[in-house]
């Protein structure tokens, strides 16, 4: 009975390291879906505290927006479409987490239920200061077909 015990635990635990996240790609999966249910919500506060002290991002439109102009943007009303978030690779270099993946937005204008979500590409990275990650710099783009 110890034998096989022993063997079914060392089968887990093998198992686990082979094919298991680490604890920061865990992490990591879990803040790219916290920040975008904040978005959702509009919720700034929180959304200050996720993000770095000098994140910027390269919205779809094509314009560099920081923090203060997104800020701005949803004090003065503006509800941000869904977003349906892909995970597709995430890449670790020392305390920098790289995310990329795809997204697809519901179109404001457009039923939930609806096929047509616009496809777009997303690159997130994320730095790991102080046992915390913030996302630092965000780039998204449509994706547009030929």
Known sequence: MKTICFFLMNCFLITTLAFGQSSDEIEIRKLEKKWTELLDKGDTTSLLEIWSENYVVNNPNGKIVTPKDIVALMKSG???PAVKRIIENITFNQDIAIVMGKELQLPSNMNPNSEEWI?????NVWIKSKNAWHLAARQSSKIVSE
């Open 78 to 80: 503006h509800k941000f």
């Open 119 to 123: 496809p777009r590409r997303f690159t």
